[in-house]
């Protein structure tokens, strides 16, 4: 019977020491959702987006997560999980700070490319505008060279009322309103300059000297104006593009008194009207 008493005073004595041992070897403990605070502020930390734009929050949480992680006892769980609590808080208003800022220079960043692409595309559209005036410019120096190329060669005169075509008795025989033969190489150059031009009408006068009557050489006149019409007309020149007139011998330029002066007043005139 001693021996079982003293068995059992054994056994006791090892489950106290078991009991204490077990007691030391637990100890404070770091309070629970510390390490995963610790997991956010490391995430933070690495992101090469955020990490250079809360420095400040940053210091200020990680101070906040080391107090979170330090070991408390048992009956502190309520200081731990507060630490733990504010330590999550001081991650989160980083992480906003960072996440706004970055946001911001976005912003700031695609406002001035945009601003880059808006000037880029003024400066491209400034210099075609310059390009096409440069090229009309050209254009039109170079038409202006043909245009009065072509007058040259119809030996015709710019005036206020227009090109003027002046086309001598040559055209028809003495008293008569039919063109001569030799009538055609000048009106075909005048037959380009009308299709080259196709908004440009023509009028067309004729004009006699003062041989004969009055009325004779008006209708001499109109006939003849009316023949050179006839020509154009079969060219493929349209009709209400042609004008006639027959004004005799009212409109003199040279003096009738010599053969010479009622040669030049023997004549048709075309005035190629200026363009509206």
């Known amino acids: 019977m001693n021996q079982n008493v003293k068995r059992g005073g054994m056994l006791v004595a090892l489950l106290c020491s078991s009991l204490v041992v077990a007691s030391c070897a637990t100890g404070p403990t770091a309070p629970m959702g510390a390490e995963n605070v610790r997991g956010k502020l490391t ?34 769980a309520a200081l731990g999980q507060h630490r733990v ?47 096409d005036a440069a090229e009309a410019a050209a254009l039109a ?57 196709p908004d440009r009408n023509a009028q067309i006068e004729g004009h006699t000297d003062n041989v004969g009557s009055a009325d004779y050489n008006q209708r001499l006149s109109q006939d003849r104006a009316d023949s050179v019409r006839h020509y154009l007309t079969q060219q493929g020149i349209a009709s209400q593009r042609l004008s006639t007139s027959g004004l005799g011998m009212d409109r003199p330029v040279a003096n009738n008194d010599t053969p010479t002066g009622r040669q030049q007043n023997r004549r048709v005139e075309i005035i190629i009207e200026n363009p509206s």
């Open 43 to 76: 995430t933070l930390q690495e992101d090469p987006n955020l990490a250079d734009r809360a420095r400040m929050e940053l210091r200020d949480a990680e101070v906040a997560v080391r107090l979170a992680e330090q070991p408390l006892p048992d009956d502190d």
């Open 85 to 131: 609590y504010m330590a999550d808080r001081a991650v989160a208003i980083a992480e906003a700070k960072a996440t706004t800022r970055y946001a911001e220079d976005q912003r700031t960043r695609f406002g001035e490319e945009r601003a880059a692409a808006r000037l880029n595309a003024r400066t491209l559209e400034v210099s075609k505008a310059r390009e």
């Open 141 to 197: 120096m170079q038409q202006e060279a043909e245009y009065q190329s072509q007058i040259a060669a119809l030996q015709a005169e710019v005036t206020d009322r227009g090109v003027v075509l002046t086309l001598g008795d040559v055209l028809f025989a003495t008293g008569s309103a039919k063109l001569q033969g030799g009538a055609s190489s000048n009106l075909n150059r005048l037959v380009d300059f009308l299709n080259q031009y």
